[in-house]
């Protein structure tokens, strides 16, 4: 049997899944509730920005010409619960306003408008991060609203891609976590990724909190890695010493490992913030809230690399803001995404811009999104335009455009030749033998 896959919401993670589960093979329906959305992918075109997916889109969406005619979208949820054998739910769980939990009213509202429709035996899939219990509270509810009762199962299945590298993390993921109550369950999922695992990602098959927690772990893991990393950031500044050697050379300790060493203005996005938070506050309910308190001093260390930043900024310019220009290159939280969800780059440049600098910014993709969320900040066209008649230069987000650029070319453009680096990508050596004052987190200052 022809297994039909539809894919709910078609944000950074359902639209990279449509477009994967269309490249494997499959006939994929794509749902979402904004048609807006629905109408832009159906014409092969991403409403964000991720390298490659435009591509893998138009190779398999009905209508664009030379397509596979795979993947197709819809906003009917009747058509997708005729046409489903499996229902991948990846709708966000953003952080509650005010609140560290997480609001799961996307991923309630995705079940409960999807139930009503599912008439024969189908498999309903969660992919998106959701407290531990989550799993366990809506298999309930899905065979309670179900006209076919107990033969719609449910299974949990967390996703581990990175904005960025969405497409080739969804291709070929590093690994596969399924929970699952039944036997009928892991031989769907075994045959949907029967290609990934044929060619090596390992499949882990588990029980329903086991899988909620395999993703939260992970991302909490990272979070602390990174927080680690600036925590020693911190004393090198106050030691003499250089945090970037130190990254390396503890790094080489296989036992450590060399990513996720990077030390500058912490941790953004759309997940490992409110996901170290959810997690925090999902341990408080279940009493086990000891057990993270340690999540809280990661969370803060990554907080005060921002207000760091600022001040070392503040210091740099002479000690006010008031009637300094302020050139900020990077607003995204990391770079090859449009993504400012929760940026550290916004933020500082939106503190500078408070206390009273007056802030240029300009971001390679980012600012659209950028001038929405935060249109009182100055933007410019590119980096040289940014740039120009500034007192002091910042790299928060490290584009590869921003590595190329050329010092001396730079310095004939800025008030004053001053840079400091926010992701500790810049080669310190280069811009100081074109006279710049140049200063990173973490490292020493000549
Ligand atoms: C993260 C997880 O990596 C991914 O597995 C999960 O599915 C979703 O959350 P993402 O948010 O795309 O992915 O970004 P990631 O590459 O993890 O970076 C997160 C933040 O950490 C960025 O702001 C980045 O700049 C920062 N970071 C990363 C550092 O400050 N230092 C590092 O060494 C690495």
Not at 189 to 201: C, M, N, Q, T
Not at 409 to 421: C, N, P, Q, S, T
Request: hydrophobic letters at 45%.
């Amino acid at each position: 049997m022809a297994i039909g896959i539809t894919v709910i919401g078609t944000g950074y993670l359902g639209a990279t899944h449509a477009a994967a589960m269309a490249e494997l093979g499959f006939e994929v329906l794509g749902l979402d509730v904004v048609p807006e959305k629905i109408g832009t992918l159906s014409r092969g075109e991403v409403p964000f920005y991720e390298p490659g997916l435009e591509e893998l889109l138009r190779r398999h969406v009905a209508g664009v010409a030379g397509s596979t005619g795979r993947l197709r979208f819809t906003t009917s949820w009747e058509e997708v619960g005729e046409f489903g054998d499996v229902h991948f739910v990846c709708v966000n769980t953003p952080q509650k306003q005010g609140e560290y939990a997480c609001d799961m009213s996307y991923v309630d509202s995705a079940v409960d408008s999807l139930a009503p429709h599912l008439a024969r035996p189908a498999l309903v899939v969660g992919k998106s991060t959701v407290p531990v219990g989550s799993a366990e509270r809506l298999a309930a509810r899905l065979a309670r609203l179900a006209p076919a009762g107990d033969a719609v199962e449910l299974a949990w299945n967390p996703e581990f891609l990175r904005e960025g590298f969405a497409v080739e993390d969804t291709l070929r993921p590093d690994r596969i976590v399924v929970g699952v109550r039944s036997d009928r369950a892991e031989e769907l999922l075994r045959e949907v990724y029967a290609k990934p695992v044929a060619a090596g990602s390992p499949f882990v098959v588990t029980d329903f909190p086991t899988a909620e927690l395999v993703k939260t772990a992970a991302n909490s893991f990272l979070a602390t890695k990174i927080s680690f990393i600036n925590a020693m950031a911190e004393v090198c500044e106050t030691a003499g010493g250089d945090v970037v050697k130190l990254a390396e050379a503890i790094g080489y300790d296989d036992r450590i490992g060399r990513k996720f060493l990077r030390a500058g203005i912490g941790f953004g996005g759309g997940c490992l913030p409110k996901d170290i938070r959810a997690f925090m506050a999902r341990a408080g309910e279940l009493g086990a809230d000891q057990a993270l308190t340690f999540l809280r001093e990661v969370d803060s260390i990554n907080m005060r690399r921002r207000s760091h930043m600022v001040d070392l900024t503040r210091e740099t310019v002479g000690g006010t803001f008031l009637g300094q220009r302020v050139a900020v290159l990077g607003a995204t939280f990391k770079p090859d995404s449009d993504d400012v969800r929760d940026s550290p780059a916004l933020n500082v440049a939106g503190q500078i811009h408070l206390q009273g600098g007056q802030v240029t910014v300009y971001d390679p993709k980012g600012m659209a999104n950028a001038r929405r969320v935060f249109p009182t900040l100055g933007y410019a066209d590119s980096a040289a335009e940014a740039v120009r008649g500034a007192d002091v230069v910042l790299h928060l987000t490290e584009w590869r455009e921003f590595r190329e650029l050329d010092p001396q070319v730079l310095g004939e453009a800025v008030a004053h030749r001053r840079i400091l680096d926010g992701r500790n990508t810049l080669d310190p050596e280069l811009w100081r033998k074109s006279g710049w004052f140049f200063r990173a987190l973490g490292r020493p200052t000549a």
